[in-house]
């Protein structure tokens, strides 16, 4: 499968962005699917997840309350919608199909999988 991302930018703390990423292949509407957030000079860490019937999403603390992943598996797309963003949330965002079960005990003990990576999308958050 190949995933494209897409939607970064330059934005003021406190605004909006909306991430996207396209996938190719008719089996993504089966594929557990995550946003993974790599700041500058830090090790890639996870942001957030959802299943492939888009049943159950799962955040991590550090985004819950402002960070809402969709998928809308007509369009073979996984959404990420980013609001009240803040200067931390700045680096590249990337998206990622994963493999096995996706539960909230796989996601807080860091057990996600990854099947394929996406390219990056840069998000700058300014003060």
């Known amino acids: 499968v190949q995933l494209q991302a897409s939607g970064g930018g330059l934005v003021q703390a406190g605004g909006s962005l909306r991430l996207s990423c396209a996938a190719s292949?008719?089996?993504?509407?089966?594929?557990?699917m995550g946003w993974f957030h790599e700041a500058p000079g830090k090790d890639r860490e996870f942001a957030a997840a959802?299943?492939?019937?888009?049943?159950?999403?799962y955040y991590a603390d550090s985004v819950k309350g402002r960070f809402t992943i969709s998928k809308d598996n007509a369009k073979n797309t996984v959404y990420l919608q980013m609001n009240s963003l803040k200067p931390g949330d700045t680096g590249v965002y990337y998206c990622?199909?994963?493999?096995?079960?996706?539960?909230?005990?796989?996601?807080?003990?860091?057990?996600?999988?990854?099947?394929?990576w996406g390219q990056g999308t840069l998000v700058t958050v300014s003060s």
């Open positions: 292949g008719r089996a993504f509407r089966y594929y557990n």
């Open positions: 959802i299943t492939w019937s888009g049943g159950s999403t």
């Open positions: 990622a199909s994963l493999r096995g079960a996706l539960t909230g005990e796989v996601v807080a003990e860091k057990r996600t999988i990854i099947d394929y």
